[in-house]
Each structure stands twice: as structure tokens, then as C-alpha cells.
């Protein structure tokens, strides 16, 4: 069976990866190899950090087996067949704390589901609906995006194209969940995102995919631009031949306004540390580098506290930060200096 796999993913994934080694690369060699170094610690500390939720999931959710929850677990193998995922993860549910999501994860080689109990709940009566949320989730795996996910963080902090690959994942998901269901279940899957639990049942879905008119505008378009989640409403049309016919174009003048907006998470500000890192193994910390930039358009004068002083130069010298003109010998005797 042709995995569902949406249109823009793949070459945003080729993007993104060229970015991200060229990065990763550049900091290898500014850091002198010192990087290879910090990363085995980091790992270890993400480890201890992801342990603490797999520990928690252990810890308090309910596993599902042939004896805990068995209709459950007969949809997870029923998904499994249907979306040709190669191995059996765990999976569990939880209490949501009236939080409407189900959500993949995984630790090392180890990969598990997660389905809070409210979601589970808002279709129990409507086993179509929740073959397509086990379906969405199925699909994360099945693309290996954890695994994607920390190597290709330089890139995706970027403007337009974090949040583009964020969006194309999510529609590439929502076509595994469609291979489990039929295309009007998966509709109500995600208007239980929309209105929640009761409501969905009874949701006018013709009314729902008209309010598509509206995100043709500017601001529609520019929020959707620099979010990592498309409209409900796109997707609720997207897993409808029919339905995706219909939906509109984004207003062109947001990509210039998007183009302004980096996709920032806390691996993104890591990577960013990372970079001042390496900056200031190569002697550039940002004080330095803006003090150059300052005096880079005068081509007779340097600025340098560094020592390497050349006979003629003019040098910013003192208290008071004066210019004077470096004549040979010792840097710390003043008659070596003329104001």
C-alpha cells in the first residue's frame, strides 16, 4: 500500500536536512571539534529528561493489552495492518485533565502512543472516529519524525519553513489515520478537536468547510504562516477528496510578513546557545564582533585589545578610549605610542 505522504513534505525534509547538516557541520569546525564533546552530554541529560515522562506514562497510565481495554486494542492492531507499521508500540492511556489530544513519543529504540482518556472517551461510541486518531498518531512513527526531530532543529527554527514541515507532517498523519477509517470518520475525528466531545456528533460539517472563505485573508493567512498546526478546517478538508478541492490560496503579502518570524522552541534556543558558544571558542563573543562592525567602514583605523598591533595603525588606547599610533617595540610602554 502507497503511504499517504503529503505532497510538501518530502522536499521540505530534503531542505531542512541540507540546512541542518551545513550547520551542524560549521559548528563541528568552529568549535575545533569541541562539540562532539558537549553533545554526548547533552544526549545524556535529554535522556534523563525524557526518562522522567516515559517513567510518569509507566508510572500512572493504564497499557493497553488483550486484557486491559481489549476494543481498544483491537483497533491499535487493526491500525497497525492498515498503515504497515513494522513493530507493536506500547500504548496507553492516560487522564488528559480535560486535554482533547493523543500524542507519540519514544524513548531510544522504544516507541509508544499516548491517548489521553478524554479524547478516547469523546468517541467511544464512534469506533471509525477513533481508528483515525490511533491512525494519526501510527502515522508520526511510521515517518520517523522523533527521530528527525533534534537533527533537523537548526533548520527549523528558520522562518516559513519550520512551521511549512510542522504542517506538512500533520496532513501526511491525518492521510495514515484516513487509511483507518472512512473519510467522514476522520472528519469527526478532528471536529472533536474543534467542538469537543458532544458537540462534534451533531456538527453541521458542510457549514464547518464553508468557514474556508475565511482563510484567505491576511491575517488568517500570516497566523497559519507561522504555526506549526494547519487550520482545523483545512484539515478537516483535506481528508475529503471532495472537500479539498475547495481550499483557498493564502494571501501572498503574509509570506513576506511570515518570512520576518522564527520558529522558536526551547531546542531551538539550545541550538542558538550552542552557536554563542562556538563564537566565543573562535574569540568572537557578540561585544567584540559589534566593536569591529562599528569601525569596519574606517579602513586606516582598527580597533584591537587583543595584542597584535602593527607599526602605523591607530589604535583605540586608554581610559577614555582615544585614538593613537602604535610606533613599534613594547605595546605596554608608552613612548611605543604617539597621540
Known sequence: MEKPVYRNERPLLFIAFVISTAFWGALVWFTHGGLLVILPIMFVLYLFGQSALICHLKGAGALISDSQYPDIQQRVRFCRERTGLKYDPKV?????????????????????????????????????????????????????????????????????????????????????????????????????????????????????????????????SFHELIAGYPWLIKRCARVSPEAALNIPRRNLFAYLFAACIPRLNILSLIIIYFFFIAMAMKGKMPGEMLMQGLYAHQPHYQQSNMGNYEVGKKYMRGDDQHLETYLGGDPNDETSWEK
Open 92 to 220: 496507553y492511556v492516560m487522564n488528559g485533565n480535560g486535554v482533547f489530544n493523543a500524542f507519540a513519543t519514544g524513548f531510544l529504540r522504544k516507541k509508544y502512543i499516548v491517548l489521553l482518556s478524554e479524547i478516547i472517551d469523546g468517541v467511544e461510541d464512534k469506533p471509525d472516529a477513533m481508528n483515525f486518531i490511533i491512525g494519526h498518531e501510527m502515522g508520526h512513527l511510521d515517518r520517523k519524525h522523533l527521530l528527525y526531530a533534534t537533527y533537523l532543529a537548526p533548520a527549523l527554527c528558520l522562518p516559513l519553513l519550520g512551521a511549512a514541515y510542522s504542517r506538512a507532517r500533520e496532513y501526511t498523519c491525518d492521510g495514515y489515520g484516513t487509511l483507518c477509517c472512512t473519510p467522514e470518520a476522520a472528519q469527526q475525528g478532528l471536529a472533536l478537536l474543534a467542538v469537543g466531545p458532544r458537540r462534534f456528533k451533531t456538527i453541521n460539517m458542510t457549514e464547518y468547510l464553508s468557514q474556508m472563505r475565511d482563510t484567505s485573508g491576511f491575517r488568517m
